[in-house]
Each structure stands twice: as structure tokens, then as C-alpha cells.
């Protein structure tokens, strides 16, 4: 798909004259506008309204280009983002990923084209979007996760410390065969999570098995599937450490389907506290993420990038905490 660069560098003009010229500008010289007219027909190019209007405010618009908006946790992470800019002045356009990493880029292309004040990003982990950032001078402020090879500010939580002391309240309530349902390979905090259940089984004395690990997408269907392999292989586990909740949704929907009853047949814990863990019977115990403040302290770094108030690059790291709940009480001997 042709950007406005694209039509830019065929046209031998600066993105600027490309958007005047196909906003129908005055400004700009008929023989230049012709030129940047026949390139963008050339190149099949066809610009993003939304976007473009975002030159009408384009000193006080933030991009935020989150993994996943159906989960509530970067949901959450964007309250907190709003709330921040807004008080200050700036509007923010959400732009939801999909933890895939050419859409991410597509997202920063056009940002950055648009000239937003800043850019708040869960990055994939993958592609070209830090490269894309680092010639840039937009400010960027990376949440949830660091962004690959590219020194920004970063907001982020201590998944691996969580994922321990989740293991060990399992451990705690009794349970000896704990499993871990984490995310893809190669993004931070699926392999954060991953490290941290490890450390508790360790911590516990309970031995580690490959048998008990499984990853999938951050996402309910494939969790499903994942937990299906877990929950019916002959020695199965006996309790479960979820990535997030949209996994939890998959992991509940398996245990129905196989009629096991959390905080009775298996003990499970998921990250992040969903506004539905206590509508449960029994109720989630989860490991609760600060989430809005993620998102709150990132647009406050971001705005003081944006002003010019700071100097070298931060990582601040903030805390998760264990709230225990029936799902992972150790069930009743017969």
C-alpha cells in the first residue's frame, strides 16, 4: 500500500507539498501539485481521511497504537492515557495493532506523516516500527513493552515477579502440578510471565516440565486450544497460571466444555483483574495490573518529552498484585 512518502519521493517533493497539494491547496504551485497529483495516481495511492483531518490540531493530537482494544487491560491502559491528555490539552487517536507487526508500521507511518505531537506504543516486538521511530524526532514513549533496539521511555510492569507469587499461591493452596498458558515467543511479557513461573516452581521445589507449558496468541481462541492440549493429556496439570484475561476466557470456555470446575477439579489464575473475574462462580483469582496507571504515567512522559522538560530515557517499572479468589482455593479431598 503506497504512502504519502511514497508519493513524496515520486513526485521529488516533501510529504508537506504532497498533503497541501491533495488537500486542494492554493498555496502550492500548479506545477507541483500536477506533479504530486500524477504520482499518487501512478502509485495507486489514496489518502487516509481521518488521518489528514488530523492537521487541524496536529500540535495537540497524541497517537496511541495499542496490541489488542477488545482486551480490557490495554482498554484500561487507554483511559488512563486520555484522562492525561485531555487535562493537558492534547485529543489522542486510538489505533489498535493487533500485535501484527506490518499494521503496527502502517499506523506509526501515517502518525508520523501527520505530524501527531507524540506517540504512545505497545510495540509487537517485531518489523521495522522501531527503525521507522528512530528517524524521526517524534516523541515516543513505549508501554507494556520496551520498544526493540530504540532508547524511548517505557512504562512497564513486573509480569515476571507477579507470575512467581502467583505460582507460589498455588503452591501455597496445595496444588503440585502447576502449568503456564503464556503468550508468543519473543514479546517481553509473555516471556516475562514465562521466567516468573519458573522462578516460583523453583521457589516452591516443585520440578519443571515442558509438558505443562504452552503458548498461544494473547487472545481467547487460541488459549482454547492450548488448554485443550494441557487439560487432556494423561498426567495433567492440576492447577493452570494464565497470560491475560482474554486467554483466561479461553481457558474457562476448555474446563467447561471438559466439565472441570475451577477452585474444585483445577486451581487457575490469570492476569488481569477483568471487571467480570468476580461475576464468575467461582470468582477469578487474578494478578491485577496497574493498567490505568501505565497508561497515565506514559502520557505524562510523553508530554514532558513534548515540552522539552527531560533529559536522559526513563523505565519505570510498577507493580502487580496477587488477589486471590475461590478459582484457585485448593480443592476439597474425598
Known sequence: MATISDVATRAGVSTATVSRALNGKSSVDPALAARVLTAAAELGYRPNGPARNLRKQETAVLALIIADVENP????????????????????????????????????????QERVA?????????????????????????VDRPLPNSPSDTVLVDSRLAASEAV????????????????PSGVLTADDRLAGYRDGLRTAGLPESDELVRRSEFKAAG???????????????DAVLVGNNMMAVGVLETCAEL??????????????DAPWATLLDPPLTVVAQPAYDVGAVAAQLLLGRIAGERGEVTTTTLSAHLVARASSTRPQQG
Open 118 to 142: 507524540g506517540v504512545l506504543l505497545s510495540p509487537t516486538g517485531h518489523g521495522e516500527s522501531a527503525e521507522l521511530l528512530g528517524r524521526h524526532t517524534t516523541p515516543v514513549v513505549a
Open 168 to 183: 507460589q499461591h498455588l503452591a501455597d493452596q496445595g496444588y503440585r502440578r502447576i502449568a503456564c498458558l503464556t503468550g
Open 73 to 112: 487491560f490495554f482498554t484500561a491502559i487507554a483511559r488512563g492515557v486520555e484522562d492525561v491528555a485531555h487535562a493537558a490539552g492534547y485529543s489522542v487517536v486510538l489505533c489498535n495493532s493487533d500485535d501484527e507487526p506490518e499494521k503496527e508500521r502502517e499506523y506509526i507511518d501515517v502518525a508520523l
Open 223 to 237: 488459549a482454547k486450544q492450548a488448554a485443550h492440549s494441557l487439560l487432556t493429556q494423561p498426567d495433567r496439570p
Open 259 to 272: 466439565g472441570m470446575r475451577p477452585g474444585r477439579d483445577i486451581g487457575v489464575v490469570a492476569f488481569d
